[in-house]
């Protein structure tokens, strides 16, 4: 379930007078995929209010804690639209009415478009209002009766669902709930306060503009150009322009999406992902060089990195290469050639048919599908090949540049072992070894390697 939490004015009318105002919170709980809702005009009441009915799988409606039949023909319940003109302009209002007695009624306003009606908290302020309204009409446009229109479009709206929040063009608080919360940035200075799990993220990816974000002081410069809080968030998305994303000192997540972008972790284990590139326009793979500090995203655009330890590409054809730290590289989809440097890395292919080299340090090497192969050269240290399959001899070990291994033969006379698991164990007698996970040398054959 999705509750989007609404900030509104209740009426008390007496007769026809009006009695009392006063600011009041609403909740609407709808199905997790429910993000719009639409009406159409059932009637009009005698100052030109349509009474209507709402669609939008409205599952409970709750005002000031009191819950409500969300049907229309509920006894003494009504939803209302208007579009109101009064002395600040003309605003679009959704309007539940309700019948509190035989004379005497309350209708709780919410407001969806133009300009917001001032801050009630007094009978006299409302009046004020009230006094200045000049006409009231159906709503056209993007609010016409059958129009999809958005929960979130409501000032001061607020909604969780499975831990994503979407604020409003006002200034917003959004907590989290205790998961991986997803923060949607809008306009406004707000504040995002995540749960204290390990995956809490602002997303920034519907911004106008470039921004600024670091975790470490708490800040962000959102592409309004409003100042935004971020507290306990552990990964950034930024927007579509050249975005600087600073990470806090430990284990942080980046997500650059488009623009040059300049990304750093500023210490602790830092990754930054380009697997959401295709979704938001990218059509290229990603190459990343965790080395030299830069990559070049799906979008063509270059961003710079710096403190950054791991790697996530696209599902094209990635070039990865890391650092002289251990690495965590992930190429995902596509042919990737995927590079670990220096460190203790842990490479993980992806499909497609892969090239993966560890490099120096110990590693852990996983094709996860596709005819991969697996590259060794030089001072390669002590590899473990978690998933090779000799299954149509697709994959393959190169030991092309493995010069004390010369072919099959000398691999298998004197180079070849069995480790107390009875997985075979490659050494090339300097030093360095690759073992082959679930694989016996019984499994083994010429054609499972170049030389």
């Known amino acids: 379930m999705t509750t989007f939490s609404l900030r509104g004015i209740r009426v008390?009318?007496?007769?026809?007078?009006?009695?009392?105002?006063?600011?009041?919170?609403?909740?609407?709980?709808?199905?997790?995929?429910?993000?719009?809702?639409?009406?159409?005009?059932?009637?009009?009441?005698?100052?030109?209010?349509?009474?209507?009915?709402?669609?939008?799988?409205?599952?409970?409606l709750r005002i000031e804690g009191r819950i409500y039949d969300h049907s229309?023909?509920?006894?003494?319940?009504?939803?209302?639209?208007?579009?109101?003109?009064?002395?600040?302009?003309?605003?679009?209002?959704?309007?539940?009415?309700?019948?509190?007695?035989?004379?005497?009624?309350?209708?709780?306003?919410?407001?969806?478009?133009?300009?917001?009606?001032?801050?009630?908290?007094?009978?006299?302020?409302?009046?004020?209002?009230?006094?200045?309204?000049?006409?009231?009409?159906?709503?056209?446009?993007?609010?016409?009766?059958?129009?999809?229109?958005?929960?979130?479009?409501?000032?001061?709206?607020?909604?969780?669902?499975?831990?994503?929040?979407?604020?409003?063009?006002?200034?917003?608080?959004?907590?989290?709930t205790g998961a991986d919360d997803y923060f949607i940035s809008s306009e406004g200075n707000d504040r995002y306060n995540g749960s204290g799990s390990k995956y809490d993220q602002v997303t920034f990816n519907n911004d106008p503009g470039g921004v600024t974000a670091n975790l470490k002081t708490g800040k962000a410069t959102d592409g309004w150009g409003d100042t935004d809080t971020l507290r306990s968030i552990e990964m950034l998305r930024g927007s579509a322009f050249d975005d600087d994303l600073s990470g806090n000192g430990k284990r942080n997540f980046f997500r650059g999406l488009a623009g040059d972008d300049t990304i750093n972790g500023r210490g602790g284990r830092d990754e930054v992902?380009?697997?959401?590139?295709?979704?938001?326009?990218?059509?290229?793979?990603?190459?990343?060089?965790?080395?030299?500090?830069?990559?070049?995203?799906?979008?063509?655009d270059r961003d710079t990195l710096k403190s950054i330890e791991n790697a996530r590409g696209t599902d094209s054809g990635d070039k990865i290469t890391g650092s002289s730290t251990g690495n965590r590289i992930m190429g995902l989809g596509g042919n990737d050639t995927l590079s670990g440097k220096g460190g203790n890395d842990t490479i993980f292919g992806g499909g497609g048919k892969d090239r993966i080299n560890g490099d120096g340090g110990n590693d852990l090497l996983s094709g996860e599908g596709g005819a991969d192969r697996f590259i060794f050269k030089g001072t390669f240290g002590n590899d473990t090949v978690s998933d090779f399959s000799t299954s149509g001899r697709k994959e393959k070990i190169d030991l092309s540049d493995v010069t004390t291994i010369k072919h099959f033969r000398d691999l298998k006379n004197n180079h070849l072992s069995e480790n107390d698991d009875g997985d075979a164990v490659i050494r090339d007698n300097r030093g360095n070894t690759i073992t082959l996970e679930d694989i016996a040398i019984a499994d083994l054959s010429g054609n499972d390697f170049l030389f």
Not at 52 to 59: A, D, K, P, V, W
Not at 274 to 300: C, H, M, P, Q, W
């Open 12 to 60: 008390d009318y007496s007769g026809d007078d009006i009695a009392a105002a006063s600011a009041i919170q609403a909740e609407v709980v709808v199905p997790s995929a429910s993000t719009t809702f639409s009406y159409t005009i059932t009637g009009h009441q005698e100052d030109n209010v349509a009474e209507i009915s709402l669609t939008g799988g409205i599952r409970q």
């Open 72 to 176: 229309t023909d509920a006894p003494g319940y009504e939803t209302l639209i208007t579009s109101v003109t009064w002395s600040g302009g003309t605003s679009i209002v959704l309007i539940v009415a309700e019948e509190t007695g035989p004379n005497s009624d309350t209708d709780y306003i919410f407001h969806l478009d133009g300009p917001a009606f001032p801050a009630i908290g007094t009978l006299q302020e409302w009046i004020s209002v009230n006094d200045s309204i000049t006409s009231l009409m159906d709503p056209t446009g993007s609010f016409a009766p059958g129009a999809d229109i958005p929960w979130s479009t409501f000032t001061h709206s607020t909604v969780s669902e499975e831990d994503t929040y979407v604020g409003t063009s006002g200034n917003d608080t959004l907590t989290g």
């Open 273 to 300: 992902r380009y697997d959401r590139d295709e979704r938001y326009g990218g059509e290229d793979g990603a190459t990343v060089n965790l080395s030299k500090g830069f990559a070049i995203d799906g979008f063509g």
